[in-house]
Nanobody
């Protein structure tokens, strides 16, 4: 059974940093692309970042480009999201997800099959 577990969320002041982690189990982690999405109340879940199976390809939403960095450590079944220079607009629940299909539209949440339970990030001004 596939499980994704996020950690590392919390409260931070604007301009600060957080690092989210997501550990996967129940599947061969290195076989699948991984993504991060975020959601605020009343809004749709939006793409934040994604990384290819090997880690050679990384993708970012324009709103986080240059501030967030995605990486993965396949030996540890873990994907990371380093978030720097955070702003109150980054406040959301952050979800990691895995896409099992071979060709993934990284920006499209419908291409992801399994999701974690979410990690809350609050950025105060």
């Amino acid at each position: 059974q596939v499980h994704l577990t996020e950690s590392g969320g919390g409260l931070v002041q604007a301009g600060g940093s957080l690092r989210l982690s997501c550990v996967g189990s129940g599947f061969t982690f290195s076989d699948y692309a991984m993504g991060w999405f975020r959601q605020t109340p009343g809004k749709e879940r939006e793409f934040v970042s994604a990384i290819s199976r090997s880690g050679s390809g990384t993708y970012y939403a324009d709103s986080v480009k240059g501030r967030f960095t995605i990486s993965r450590e396949n030996a540890e079944n873990t994907v990371f999201l380093q978030m720097d220079n955070l702003t109150p607009e980054d406040t959301a629940d952050y979800y990691c997800a895995t896409a099992t299909k071979f060709r993934v539209k990284y920006y499209d949440r419908s291409d992801y099959d399994y999701w974690g339970q979410g990690a809350q990030v609050i950025v105060s001004s």
